[in-house]
């Protein structure tokens, strides 16, 4: 049983009160005893009755910021402390902390992209039709528009390069380097290696990890350690000797 916004369900004392809490609170203890089992899903964890979350034997935790809730968090979750408060709200989007069952300590897990369709699209209070006419416009006067989208995507991507984290340089140049990918684009490499990495059923998060790894140890942006580097052996830049006009022996295709 699946209970989404579980704080409406059965409220933490002081938080209000439902009619559903103490059946909850009789499920959460006993039912497994008769293969009943209970999941309970809540942004607030900090509002939902104690007893209940006290019952959970395995706890995916996201991203939390709220003080109140960290602290309900981590007085619930056996083996969290409050280095554990801190990780929790550095998570990054996707990615959970894992805790409880048969696991002996916290452990991180990406969530893959949800493969259903989302039914929970904003509706749109305007009864002007020009939003809903303009994507079936745009192909046919594509070449009208062309000038002011140029003009109106430069400054967007000049920004966005400003902004280019360490890691995504590193992967880009690593990648680069492999003969992985031909783009200089740390944002299109990032999405192109995140395909490759879906595609090849690896976690996404520690593939790029692993190459950001190597361009701050060994794949350096000027005297690359290329004779210590692990991937030495099929690296396009080590195969030409660092010549950028030889393709290399070990290009990918």
Request: net charge positive; proline share 6%; glycine share 6%.
């Amino acid at each position: 049983m699946i209970v989404e916004e579980a704080h409406n369900y059965c409220p933490e004392k002081g938080y209000g009160s439902s009619v559903s809490s103490p059946i909850l609170r009789t499920i959460a203890s006993e039912g497994r005893k008769f293969g009943m089992g209970l999941c309970i899903v809540s942004q607030r964890p900090a509002k939902v009755d104690k007893n209940i979350i006290s019952q959970c034997n395995t706890n995916v935790i996201l991203k939390v910021t709220n003080p109140n809730d960290l602290k309900a968090i981590t007085q619930s979750v056996e083996g969290l402390n409050s280095k554990s408060e801190d990780e929790i709200q550095r998570l990054p989007i996707g990615v959970a902390l894992i805790a409880g069952g048969t696991l002996q300590m916290p452990v991180m897990a990406e969530i893959r992209t949800r493969e259903t369709n989302h039914g929970g699209h904003s509706v749109s209070i305007s009864k002007n039709p020009a939003p809903v006419k303009e994507p079936t416009i745009q192909p046919e006067t594509t070449s009208q528009k062309i000038p002011t989208t140029q003009h109106t995507t430069t400054r967007p991507t000049s920004t966005k390069k400003n902004q280019v984290t360490e890691k995504a340089k590193h992967v880009t140049r690593v990648a680069n380097r492999l003969g992985w990918v031909d783009t200089t684009d740390p944002a299109e490499a990032m999405d192109i290696l995140s395909e490759e990495a879906k595609k090849m059923d690896e976690n996404v998060f520690k593939y790029l990890q692993s190459l950001a790894d190597l361009g701050s140890t060994f794949c350096l942006e000027n005297e690359p350690k290329c004779m210590k580097c692990p991937m030495n052996s099929g690296c396009q830049y080590r195969a030409s000797l660092g010549n950028p006009s030889k393709k290399g022996l070990f290009r990918r295709k």
